[in-house]
């Protein structure tokens, strides 16, 4: 190996290096899952034996743990039914379903005994949360293990868990185990389930899975057993399976944050491997009607991981699976649950947004309950790039996101983004402000760094934070390490308050030999402006103003058009002049945000034309 070789390799490890430690270097708790699971299709009962061991990463000194218990979310009174049946708007899923449920019908689950180190853990069941008294306290730095048995009833599929959906399929299991809590610099996130968002430990799982032989079975993870199980998964030796009416599956699934599987007798399941990327496997019902749209399903999903890859990170497992089940779409990790009886694009839209999920609730996994907007909004993000990329066309991908965004200002349900999911006072305004709002954060964010900046900090990010539960903050330094200016203004500002986005264009006018152009600030919310002067000879003059607090300004050579830097505007001047060379005849409009990437509330302020003769313009 020459010496100039090994230099260049020494500076791509400490790049790489420091590049991964840029951010997100909070502790991580970590999980191990060791489970045996049986399932009666007759009584729709399951059972389970496991071995969780948990190392505590934390500075602190356990004497309890949390479980989530999800199931027990669809039974009459429970936080979830009476949210449902008291909340303005109800999620049309739901409404007073669970109250109507009957005995056999119900969800359940319950931990029935439980052991550390040989000595009994005190249980206390508190609806969809467990606390686990432990007989020893986990001292910071150290790990235990925890033996319990557990018992649950599948209910009928009322959202995203459940058994016989809507379009027949047998199970959907998703939060069914009992799952433990998150705890980190905040403490324990033992939030209740009232059908919103999810939060989890990184750890490994190993399930096997016994259930009635003549069902085909989709789960995270990678089977073990496939000469054992056939059903479509490919084995290298020939199928053999063992004598009986049922049949264990064995799944292994390192460094995800959760567990989900699915059932059905009449599964047809489609392999389609990739040179360089996952395996691709997709579970649908076996019918004529479905069978046209889903066998177009793969060629669509390998473009799409191909261009998530590419443009915003590698996908780190081996395998994803698309699976009928479910709702609608609900993420898990290497799997997405998802109804199937679609038009193509319906099912290639619902299919990308949930397997682009992976990248953000699946390898940055941040806690969904308290940043919502960082999973779905850039979910939305990253799939309106991909949908665009695998149908064409030449518009803005974003722009509904704005007008999303804009339509939920303007209704008087706008609350911060900052609100924990479960708090919204309505469905609306939380659906609004995880997907639209969201999206058109970082849409916009554009405008601020350059596009360049922000497609490489979204890189950045998901480099730095992968497999670490990043919060808001770790998302601005991202970007100010990337662009080099301060951003705490864009991410407080429009996370933690409803204030909204007006600038106007107040006056333009002719002064001696050049053109005098004044701006203001009407709305609350403070941004940088770009402004676009376009001539009768069909010319443009593209100019930016930065803001004061960014102690900076994008790169000319970093947006997607070069432009002219003015100076800075003081955040506390509630107007800004500049003044350009030429004859205000020869113009023939004024604009600012040209480009439309921004949430301005008001765009009839926003541009100035001028007939032929005009001298200039002013508003009040």
């Known amino acids: 190996m020459s010496h100039a070789f090994r230099a260049a390799s020494l500076l791509a490890t400490l790049f790489a290096s420091f590049f991964a430690q840029a951010q997100c270097d909070r502790w991580q708790q970590r999980v191990k899952y060791d489970m045996d699971v049986a399932l009666n299709a007759s009584t729709h009962r399951f059972t389970g034996i496991a071995t969780l061991a948990y190392t505590n990463n934390s500075p602190d000194t356990l004497r309890e743990v949390f ?19 008291t909340i303005a708007d109800p999620d049309a899923r739901v409404t007073d379903r669970i109250a109507a449920l009957e005995p056999h019908e119900v969800g359940e689950l319950r931990v029935e005994r439980m052991a550390q180190g040989g000595k009994a853990v005190q249980l206390e069941h508190l609806g969809t949360v467990l606390r686990a008294t432990l007989a020893q306290p986990l001292l910071p730095g150290r790990s235990t293990t925890l033996a319990y048995a557990f018992a649950g009833q599948v209910p009928v599929q009322i959202r995203r868990s459940g058994r016989d959906n809507a379009e ?10 009992p799952k433990l809590a998150e705890y980190d610099h905040r403490g324990w996130h033992a939030i209740p389930y009232v059908g919103r968002e999810f939060h989890g430990v990184w750890g490994d799982f190993d399930v096997r899975l016994t259930l009635d032989s003549a069902y085909t079975v989709a789960a995270t993870g990678v089977l073990q057993n496939p000469e054992q199980v056939g059903h479509g998964y490919p084995s290298k030796k020939a199928v053999k399976r063992p004598a009986g009416n049922t049949l264990t599956w064995r799944f292994s699934a390192k460094d995800v944050h959760d567990f989900a599987w699915a059932a059905d007798k009449d599964y047809k399941h489609v392999v389609r491997p990739m040179a360089d990327g996952p395996e691709l496997h997709f579970f649908y019902k076996d019918t004529p009607e479905l069978e046209a749209v889903w066998r177009q399903l793969p060629e669509y999903m390998e473009k799409n991981f191909r261009f998530m890859n590419e443009h915003f990170g590698r996908y780190p497992w081996p395998q994803y699976s698309f699976v009928q089940g479910g709702d609608g779409g609900m993420e898990y990790p290497m799997l997405t649950l998802i109804t199937g009886n679609r038009r193509l694009g319906s099912l290639v839209g619902v299919s990308v947004h949930e397997s682009v999920h992976s990248w953000y609730y699946g390898v940055l996994a941040s806690n969904e309950g308290r940043f919502a907007w960082m999973d779905e909004g850039m979910t939305e993000y990253a799939s309106s790039k991909v949908m665009q990329h695998l149908f064409g066309g030449d518009g803005d991908p974003h722009a509904s996101s704005i007008d999303g965004y804009l339509g939920l200002a303007e209704s008087g349900k706008h609350e ?18 995880a997907y639209s709002f969201g999206e058109m954060l970082i849409h916009q964010l554009g405008s601020v760094v350059g596009e360049k900046d922000l497609a490489q900090g979204l890189r950045r990010y998901y480099a730095a934070c992968k497999f670490k539960h990043p919060e808001p903050i770790d998302l601005e330094r991202a970007f100010e390490k990337q662009s080099g200016l301060e951003l705490d203004w864009y991410f407080d500002e429009w996370v933690s308050s409803t204030r909204t986005l007006d600038y106007a264009i107040a006056e333009v006018m002719q002064v001696g030999d050049s053109i005098r152009i004044t701006l203001q600030r009407k709305g609350e919310m403070l941004m940088p402006v770009d402004v676009m002067l376009v001539g009768r000879d069909g010319g443009q003059l593209l100019f930016h103003v930065p803001l004061s607090l960014a102690r900076g300004a994008k790169r000319p050579d970093r947006d997607r058009a070069p432009f002219t830097q003015l100076p800075s505007w003081q955040w506390t001047d509630p107007r800004y002049t500049f003044s350009v060379k030429g004859d205000i005849t020869s113009l023939a409009g004024v604009t600012i945000d040209p480009f439309t990437r921004t949430a301005e509330r008001d765009r009839d302020n926003d541009a100035v034309i001028f007939p032929e003769g005009v001298r200039g313009v002013a508003r009040p």
């Open 67 to 85: 479980f989530h218990l999800y199931f027990n979310a669809f039974r009459p009174g429970s936080e979830m039914d009476v949210r449902s049946r």
């Open 168 to 177: 027949g399929v047998a199970y959907s299991m998703s939060q069914w185990y």
């Open 416 to 433: 911060p983004a900052s609100m924990h999911a479960d708090h919204f006072n309505t469905n609306a305004a939380y659906g609004a402000t």
